[in-house]
């Protein structure tokens, strides 16, 4: 027997916190920016806005819900202008 536990789309998120950053670029505290973000490595990079919000934390706010967004995952942001410049990444919290 199938038991249904929920809609598909139960697993979109539009945000997510990531801690353990690596920037390759300055990325200033407190200032949301537009960027792309990547969360599988099979995945096309979606637009979102990053806020550093200092030490290794920042948060992602997608344009629309990301599916699948899984605590430990790696996240990786690209510039919006450049999207083949990693600005850097982290891991989902």
Known sequence: E????GE???LDRSELTAD???W???VPVGEPIRCHTQIRYNSAAQPATLTRHGGDRFEVVFDTPARGVTPGQAVVCYAA?????VL???WIE
């Open 2 to 5: 199938l038991s249904l536990l």
């Open 8 to 10: 598909r789309s139960d």
């Open 20 to 22: 353990q950053a690596n």
């Open 24 to 26: 390759l670029v300055d």
């Open 81 to 85: 202008a450049e999207p083949d410049r």
């Open 88 to 90: 850097g990444g982290g």
